[in-house]
Nanobody, 121 residues
């Protein structure tokens, strides 16, 4: 069983930065992607960013492209999301996710418990 533990959320002013971390215990397979989704109040959960098993490929939602950077440390089974130029509309619960080819299409194999990010104007 894979468990995901997120950290790094909090309250930040618009224009500021935050770095989220997600540590995975256990390995779902020999190759798996890691990523982040987010869910704003009253809205559906949406894909934010993902990275493939060896870090060679990254994918971003248009809404975060150019502002967020995803990376991973394979030795630590940890994925990071560096968020810069934050906007109030980035306010959401951010969920770590792990999975295969369906990871960035709404169907990860595992979810974290979520961490709150609040951006004040």
């Amino acid at each position: 069983q894979v468990q995901l533990v997120e950290s790094g959320g909090g309250l930040v002013q618009a224009g500021g930065s935050l770095r989220l971390s997600c540590a995975a215990s256990g390995r779902p397979s020999t190759s798996y992607g890691m990523g982040w989704y987010r869910q704003a109040p009253g809205k559906e959960r949406e894909f934010a960013a993902s990275i493939n098993w060896n870090g060679e490929y990254t994918y971003y939602a248009d809404s975060v492209k150019g502002r967020f950077t995803i990376s991973r440390d394979g030795a630590k089974n940890t994925v990071y999301l560096q968020m810069t130029s934050l906007k109030p509309e980035d306010t959401a619960v951010y969920y770590c996710a792990v999975g295969g080819s369906s990871l960035r299409f709404g169907s990860p194999d595992y979810w974290g418990q979520g961490t709150q990010v609040t951006v004040s104007s």
